[in-house]
């Protein structure tokens, strides 16, 4: 079986695949992001999609999902959906999920992530989705991170439009709050992790949880620079693989879901290869970032989450 059908359990007896497609796209690659949704599904075998209201891209993935549905080459109910609801959307988060529906022409996500534990001050629309004053900096809102998370609670419970609820860049103070004062534990934590900063503190507390923790930017986001460690090269070769296998098995051999993003639907059509990755070679993937920890998204807004090595 292809590792892009591997699923593994959440909390709430659901199931994702271990491996999803990230989305964020730079405005001048917007054209390309249908033919690389189209080759994911029809020629790797994605049949898992993260994106947000965030990036912006969410009608273009409504269109080509729905075109797939027509032509009848896959199922609703055999894709996995997430999406996001944005700090500046903090306060109405029933008015973010219906737009994401509404651009991605679906009638539920199998999974609702909290961005981030924060609240910035914009209008009800959201805008401006950063709002900066003069000299530059975030203007945070004087709101509860907490109370988006229980009004996703509201919404899971009583309505059918999400299978599943879950958070992104939350620490563990931020999870030790949440737990305490919700009754629903999240099915997951969408941090950034990858064998330069592996976060052996927060996996572990997600663990104890039974929260599955997503891994975003598995190569360290733009220019790929975790692909270039000589461990990565090394493995790739004894493995006979590319480095981008090495660091999705990484992740999947280690109980966790990957994220990798490609606009090249060339790199997207060959998909993930599974890697029989010994202890040894996942204890000195491990090492790298023990010894050197490195952040690359580094986003201002999350310095004061309590996120290590933001600095
Ligand atoms: N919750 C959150 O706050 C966040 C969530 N995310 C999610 O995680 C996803 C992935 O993270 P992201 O930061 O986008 O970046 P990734 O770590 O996935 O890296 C993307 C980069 O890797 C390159 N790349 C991909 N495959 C290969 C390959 N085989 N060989 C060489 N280079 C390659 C891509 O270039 P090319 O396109 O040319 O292939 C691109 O430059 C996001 O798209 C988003 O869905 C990300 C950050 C924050
Ligand atoms: O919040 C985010 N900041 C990002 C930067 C790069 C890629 C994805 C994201 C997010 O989701």
Same mark, same amino acid.
Not at 1 to 8: D, H, P, T, Y
Not at 266 to 271: A, F, H, L, P, S
């Given at each position: 079986?292809?590792?892009?059908? !591997?699923?593994?359990q959440?909390? =709430?007896?659901?199931?994702?695949?271990?491996?999803?497609?990230g989305t964020?796209?730079?405005?001048d690659?917007? +054209?390309?992001?249908?033919?690389?949704?189209?080759?994911?599904?029809?020629?790797? #075998? $994605?049949r898992?999609i993260?994106?947000? /209201?965030?990036?912006?891209?969410?009608p %273009?993935?409504?269109e080509?999902l729905?075109?797939l549905f027509?032509?009848g080459k896959?199922?609703?109910?055999?894709?996995? %959906?997430?999406?996001?609801?944005w700090p500046?959307?903090w306060?109405?988060?029933?008015?973010s999920?219906?737009?994401?529906? *509404?651009?991605l022409r679906l009638?539920y996500?199998?999974l609702w992530?909290?961005? /981030?534990?924060?609240?910035? *001050?914009?209008d009800e629309n959201?805008? +401006?989705?950063?709002?900066?004053?003069?000299?530059?900096?975030? %203007?945070?809102?004087?709101?509860d991170?907490?109370?988006?998370?229980?009004?996703?609670?509201?919404? $899971?419970k009583?309505?059918n439009k999400?299978?599943?609820i #879950?958070?992104s860049n939350y620490?563990?103070?931020?999870?030790?709050?949440?737990?305490?004062?919700t009754?629903?534990? +999240?099915? %997951?934590?969408?941090?950034e992790?990858?064998?330069?900063l592996?976060?052996n503190?927060?996996?572990?507390?997600? =663990?104890?949880?039974k929260i599955?923790v997503e &891994?975003?930017? +598995?190569?360290?986001?733009?220019?790929?620079?975790v692909?270039?460690l000589?461990?990565?090269k090394?493995?790739a !070769?004894k $493995?006979?693989?590319r480095?981008?296998?090495?660091l999705v098995?990484y992740?999947? &051999?280690?109980g966790r879901? &990957?994220?990798?993003?490609?606009l090249n639907p060339?790199?997207? *059509?060959? #998909?993930y290869?599974?890697?029989?990755?010994? *202890?040894?070679d996942?204890?000195?993937?491990y090492?790298i970032?023990?010894? !050197?920890?490195?952040?690359?998204?580094?986003?201002? /807004?999350?310095?004061h989450?309590?996120?290590?090595?933001w600095?």
């Open positions: 079986m292809s590792i892009l059908q !591997e699923k593994i959440l909390n =709430n007896g659901t199931a994702i695949p271990v491996v999803g497609l964020v796209t730079p405005d690659k917007k +054209p390309i992001l249908r033919e690389v949704v189209r080759a994911a599904i029809l020629d790797a #075998g $994605y898992h993260d994106t947000a /209201w965030y990036y912006g891209v969410e %273009i993935l409504g080509v729905e075109e027509n032509e896959v199922k609703r109910e055999d894709i996995f %959906i997430t999406t996001k609801v500046a959307l306060r109405n988060p029933q008015k999920l219906d737009k994401s529906l *509404k651009d009638d996500v199998d992530l909290q961005h /981030w534990p924060l609240t910035f *001050k914009s959201g805008q +401006p989705p950063v709002p900066r004053d003069s000299s530059g900096k975030v %203007i945070e809102d004087d709101g991170f907490l109370d988006t998370y229980k009004k996703m609670v509201d919404i $899971y009583h309505s999400v299978k599943a #879950g958070v620490s563990i103070g931020n999870l030790d709050r949440l737990l305490k004062e009754d629903v534990v +999240p099915v %997951i934590n969408q941090i992790l990858h064998p330069q592996p976060l503190d927060l996996v572990e507390f997600c =663990n104890k949880h599955v &891994a975003y930017s +598995p190569f360290g986001s733009n220019g790929a620079p692909l270039e000589p461990l990565v090394q493995l !070769e $493995y006979n693989v480095p981008a296998d090495i098995n992740h999947t &051999a280690s879901v &990957a994220l990798p993003r490609s060339d790199r997207i *059509k060959q #998909g290869k599974k890697v029989p990755l010994t *202890k040894e996942l204890t000195k993937l090492e970032g023990e010894k !050197e920890p490195k952040r690359y998204i580094k986003e201002d /807004w999350g310095h989450i309590g996120l290590p090595f600095d």
